[in-house]
């Protein structure tokens, strides 16, 4: 690690009065020496959390705290946005984390080959209400991306400054912040690290979240593939529905000019639907075609990332 490069680590808190002193704790042991802030995001904890960091008052320390609770999205985008230094690092506070990697994790950066280095916890310490929906959407990002990344859900991440101030956090997206880096165009690194289970407190994931989890990486997959192109899925939804419709069609006037009747068919109704309803995809394609195109020039936004400029 470089004791001239300034470290932001980022720590979302709910609920955490037990394990934030041990985590003050542990962080200053191994970053000691180095120049470092430990951004702590409470995120509305309803327990003596904040009073604890409070009463800690360790140097290097900054406590935000939420006016309600947001989410652990927001929390860590607070954190982020708050960050100065070189590199972020974000992990959780529930000491499943282990600070001890982080070393590891910075000498990987410190190659200049990657943007984003995210761990893969080995032995994981959940139950199984917490590791099959991690799992299920896993594969289905490898899948569906061109992204080789197998533990998704690890919080202890070490991002480039420009990385990670390009991310945005909305929902239960944090789970997906290696998909949106990816999406920006990141260079990504997975490492092994430790993970151990929760000793103090309760974990926060529910069943219910997994729905969300579900939705957010929906959402993801299609502004990765038709973010800046909708017109061609709906487009082409509307195209095949249309085509069905009129196949349906042209075999129905066909009976009719047999002599047979055809008006009391379901077949009619259906054909007659799959028309419009192709022709209403289509539209609907162009008009979100247009409100991209609004998106971006009314905020002067560009469909891209810039990597890196250089001069010589």
Partial sequence: MNSDRLYSVVVPLYNEEENAPLLIAAIEKVLKGYK???ILVDDFSTDRTVKVVKDIAAPHVVLIELKKNYGQSS???AGIDYATGDYIITMDGDMQNDPSDIPMMVAEMDKGEYDLVIGKRQKRKDNLLRTFPSKVANFIIRRTTKLNVKDHGCALKVFTKETAKNLDLYGESHRFITLHAHINGARISEVPVKHHARQFGVSKYGIGRTTKVINDLLLLLFNQKYLQKPIYLFGNIGILTFILGMIINIYLLIVKMLGHQIGGRPLLILGILLVFVGIQFFTTGIIIDLLMKTYYESQ????????KISTF
Avoid: G, Q
Avoid at 300 to 307: G, L, Q, S, V
């Fill in 36 to 38: 470092y802030e430990l």
């Fill in 75 to 77: 929390a860590l985008m």
């Fill in 300 to 307: 002067k936004k560009r469909p891209f990332n810039i990597r």
